[in-house]
C-alpha cells in the first residue's frame, strides 16, 4: 500500500466517489511530498457559482496541459478528464468507500460554494448511485474501467485506515 519507487511519486492521481476524502488524501501527499494539487473540480466548475460546468473541451485542455508537467498531483470523480492523463500516471490511488460513507461525509461537511439544500441533495442521491449509474466516468464502473486500464503503481484504499496508512506509508519511505 505504499510507491514501491520514488518515481512512483512522480504523477499521482487519486480518484473515487464523491465524499472519499479524495481532497483530504490528496492534501496530507502534498504536504509530504510538498507539491501543489490540481483539484479537477476547481477546473471543472467556474469559480464562485455554485453548479455551473465551464466548456468541457477548455477543462479538458487544460488538465492536458497540467499533465504534461514532469511533477504534480490531481484529485477527482472525473474519469473523463483522468483518463487524459493516465498515460503519464505513475501512482494511481482510487479510493472505493461504501456509499453511506460517502453520504455520511458529504453531510458533515455541509453545503458548500453557495449550493442551495436543493442542490446538496441533488449531490447526496447522485454521490448514493455510484454503484448503480451506468455510461458515466464517474460511476463504479467508469472507475474500474479507469484503474483496469493504467499500467502504473495503483492501490485501491477502502477504508479510512487504508487512506491515513496510505499516507503514513509515504511519510515513512521519504523519511
Known amino acids: 500500500m505504499h510507491p514501491a519507487h520514488l518515481e512512483d511519486l512522480r504523477r499521482i492521481l487519486i480518484f473515487g466517489n464523491g465524499g472519499t476524502g479524495k481532497t483530504w488524501l490528496a492534501r496530507e501527499v502534498a504536504a509530504i511530498i510538498k507539491r501543489p494539487i490540481v483539484h479537477l473540480d476547481d477546473l471543472r466548475w467556474v469559480s464562485g457559482q455554485y453548479g455551473v460546468a465551464r466548456d468541457n473541451q477548455l477543462v479538458l485542455s487544460e488538465v492536458v496541459d497540467a499533465g504534461r508537467a514532469e511533477t504534480w498531483l490531481m484529485e477527482g470523480v472525473y474519469g473523463w478528464l483522468a483518463n487524459a492523463v493516465l498515460s503519464r500516471v505513475t ?68 477504508s479510512r485506515q487504508d487512506i491515513r496508512a496510505y499516507a503514513e506509508n509515504i511519510r515513512a519511505f521519504l523519511a
Open 91 to 158: 501512482a494511481l490511488v482510487w479510493i472505493d468507500l461504501p456509499e453511506e460513507e460517502c453520504v455520511a461525509n458529504i453531510r458533515a461537511r455541509g453545503i458548500q460554494g453557495g449550493g442551495s439544500e436543493e442542490s446538496f441533495q441533488e449531490l447526496i442521491d447522485w454521490v448514493r448511485e455510484y454503484r448503480h449509474r451506468e455510461n458515466s466516468s464517474t460511476c463504479y464502473l467508469g472507475h474500474q474501467k479507469l484503474f483496469d486500464a493504467c499500467s502504473a503503481s495503483k492501490v485501491i484504499l477502502r
